[in-house]
Structures are given as C-alpha cells and as structure tokens.
C-alpha cells in the first residue's frame, strides 16, 4: 500500500460509484491507471465489494444486532453457518470477531415476531454449534471515516429504530437496489441489460433514490487485516446520565481520530464505539483513556476484536419477494 492507493480507497469511500474517469482526475493520473490499482486492490483482498448503503429504515426495516457464541465449531460445521448466513436474503452485516463472541450477525426484519422466526430457524438448524446468543437494537448512528484514509467527513446512517415514513418503490426500484446493494460499482449500462430497460432508466432511478435519501452512498469493504490494522468495537453501558452529559460524551468521542463510528443501542449496552487501530497497545491507550474520561458514566465496557467481515448488504432480500408473490396474487 502506497500513498496513491490510500488516495484511492479515500475516494472509493467516500463514492465507490465514481467513475474511472472521475477518480482519475481527482488523483491526477490516468484512467489507466486507476483502473490496474483497482483490479489489484481486489485481486490482493484489500477491497472485497463494493456496497450500496440503503436506508432500510424507509423501507419499514430495523436492524437486530445478534451477537452468537459457537461450540463444536469443526471447519466443516463453520463453513456450513458462515455460508447460510453470506446466503441468507436478510442478513446485512457478518463479522467474525473474538472475545466472549464469536460472530456478529445484523438481521433485517420488519418487526420482532419476523426476527424471532428468522432466529429460531438459525437457532434449530445449527443447534449444535450456537450455544448462546444476544440482542442489540441500534436506533441511530454516525460514521466519521478512517482518518488514515484521508480528511474524515461525518456520515449520518440509517435511523434503524426510529420513527419514520415508509417510502413506496416499485419493483424496477426495488430490483435496481437488489443489483447494487453488494456491487455498487456495476455500470448502469449492465444493470439496464439485466432489467430490460433503458440505460437512462436507470440512471434517472438511482438519481432519484439517492434525492429521496433511500441510497446513503456507495463504499467499499476494505478489510484491515489486508492493511495492518486491526478493528474493534467497544460496548458501553452507561450510569443514569441527562441527554445533554450524553452529547457531550458523542462529540469527545467523535474527536478521536481513531474511532470510526459510534451507535446508540438499545439492549445491554447504550452505546457500540467502532475504532481501528495498527497495534495492542493502541487499542489498550485508547480503551483506557475512554474509561478514564468518562468514568463518572460508564457502568460496564467491553472490547471485541473484530477479525474478518464477510459481508454488507443493506438490502432486505425479503421485500423484493414479497413484492412479486404480492403481484402475482393480483394478477
């Protein structure tokens, strides 16, 4: 990794739908160029996808943070559970992570009896290899980029808990969202092919998604462990504290360079702090300074390392098939 790649990833994060072209002229190199540094990230791991970030929240989705501890865990009974949940139509998130904890899984659901279902089918299917589980509702969330990266830029995400109004797409929405949701990169030309429109359809409803604030944005899935460095995510419990002592905690924390995003929850813990680090000592200086700095608020606190993530899709597969047997119904 060179200095023109950390460029590159900057600009792949803050709009992995650029063209070439325009990454081009913003590094100030040719297309070409760009172009090889690309396929070359993806071809060393670096980048795996390319993601579409969707406000679910809009589509009258949350998301249930579920955090599960594994027995029996032979290579076989693991490849089996990382691939029903790559494979699983709503799950958004899976990481594999250490600690008391060995995955994290986000599952997209419409309400809890909907989650309790998808989880009692995870639950019976993989019976002897699940020992325990947990539950965290995010209600809000803010992503301050990667300070190595480049300039940090503070990105509201979806409010996943919080009231809000439904939007109503139609099925060539709902597709188009499908398609980007885990290749956000993929030329609308390609997509237009696929959907049997217009290359300008396509265009104009993309266009239209990201007015209405159903697309978030588009990035990549960098995987650290590729780039020296190592994420964790911390959980905090906080002592009965006002509104405003909890702003004032957000906005230290959102301070620190190495801290990357910060969830409100609800469940165990208040509140989720993600940061990447390069060494243990770093992780250890920051986890304690936090401790320390708010140790009138904190009640309990602990670190997850996070090894691997295996995926990011922001798209609940479920809507788009209970849109089409909704149609044929009709018809």
Same mark, same amino acid.
């Given at each position: 990794?060179?200095?023109?790649?950390?460029?590159?990833?900057?600009?792949?994060?803050?709009?992995?739908?650029?063209?070439?072209?325009?990454?081009?002229?913003?590094?100030?190199?040719?297309?070409?160029?760009?172009?090889?540094?690309?396929?070359?990230?993806?071809?060393?791991?670096?980048?795996?996808?390319?993601?579409?970030?969707?406000?679910?929240?809009?589509?009258?989705?949350?998301?249930?943070?579920?955090?599960?501890?594994?027995?029996?865990?032979?290579?076989?009974?693991?490849?089996?559970?990382?691939?029903?949940?790559?494979?699983?139509?709503?799950? $958004?998130?899976? !990481? +594999?992570?250490?600690? *008391?904890? &060995?995955?994290?899984? #986000?599952?997209?659901?419409?309400?809890?009896? =909907?989650?309790?279902?998808?989880?009692?089918?995870?639950?019976?299917?993989?019976?002897?290899?699940?020992?325990?589980?947990?539950?965290?509702?995010?209600?809000?969330?803010?992503?301050?980029?990667?300070?190595?990266?480049?300039?940090?830029?503070?990105?509201?995400?979806?409010?996943?808990?919080?009231?809000?109004?439904?939007?109503?797409?139609?099925?060539?929405?709902?597709?188009?969202?499908?398609?980007?949701?885990?290749?956000?990169? $993929?030329?609308? !030309? +390609?997509?237009?092919? *696929?959907? &049997?429109?217009?290359? #300008?359809?396509?265009?104009?409803?993309?266009? =239209?998604?990201?007015?209405?604030?159903?697309?978030?944005?588009?990035?990549?899935?960098?995987?650290?462990?590729?780039?020296?460095?190592?994420?964790?995510?911390?959980?905090?419990?906080?002592?009965?504290?006002?509104?405003?002592?909890?702003?004032?905690?957000?906005?230290?924390?959102?301070?620190?360079?190495?801290?990357?995003?910060?969830?409100?929850?609800?469940?165990?813990?208040?509140?989720?702090?993600?940061?990447?680090?390069?060494?243990?000592?770093?992780?250890?200086?920051?986890?304690?300074?936090?401790?320390?700095?708010?140790?009138?608020?904190?009640?309990?606190?602990?670190?997850?390392?996070?090894?691997?993530?295996?995926?990011?899709?922001?798209?609940?597969?479920?809507?788009?098939?209970?849109?089409?047997?909704?149609?044929?119904?009709?018809?």
């Amino acid at each position: 990794m060179d200095k023109m790649d950390l460029k590159l990833l900057y600009e792949l994060e803050q709009d992995a739908r650029q063209t070439l072209s325009q990454i081009a002229k913003k590094l100030k190199t040719s297309q070409q160029v760009v172009s090889y540094r690309v396929q070359q990230l993806q071809k060393e791991g670096i980048v795996n996808e390319f993601y579409t970030i969707i406000d679910f929240a809009k589509l009258g989705y949350s998301s249930y943070r579920t955090m599960f501890r594994l027995g029996n865990i032979t290579d076989e009974n693991y490849s089996k559970l990382i691939e029903y949940f790559q494979n699983h139509s709503n799950v $958004l998130w899976l !990481v +594999e992570c250490g600690g *008391k904890w &060995d995955l994290i899984v #986000n599952i997209l659901s419409k309400n809890p009896p =909907q989650y309790n279902k998808f989880l009692s089918e995870m639950l019976n299917k993989f019976k002897d290899v699940i020992q325990d589980y947990d539950l965290l509702l995010t209600i809000e969330g803010i992503y301050l980029g990667k300070d190595y990266l480049g300039k940090r830029e503070i990105k509201q995400r979806p409010f996943f808990g919080k009231e809000i109004s439904i939007e109503k797409l139609d099925n060539l929405d709902l597709n188009i969202l499908n398609i980007i949701a885990e290749n956000a990169r $993929l030329n609308s !030309v +390609e997509i237009s092919k *696929k959907l &049997d429109v217009t290359n #300008n359809t396509v265009i104009a409803r993309i266009k =239209q998604l990201r007015k209405r604030n159903i697309i978030n944005g588009f990035e990549p899935l960098i995987h650290l462990e590729k780039i020296d460095y190592q994420g964790y995510k911390a959980l905090i419990k906080l002592h009965p504290i006002s509104e405003e002592k909890e702003k004032t905690m957000i906005n230290l924390l959102s301070s620190n360079n190495n801290i990357v995003g910060i969830l409100r929850m609800i469940g165990q813990w208040n509140f989720e702090v993600e940061f990447d680090v390069k060494t243990r000592e770093e992780m250890l200086k920051l986890t304690r300074e936090i401790r320390t700095k708010f140790k009138d608020f904190i009640k309990e606190f602990e670190v997850i390392p996070l090894f691997h993530e295996y995926k990011y899709n922001f798209f609940p597969g479920d809507l788009l098939i209970s849109t089409v047997t909704e149609t044929l119904k009709r018809s």
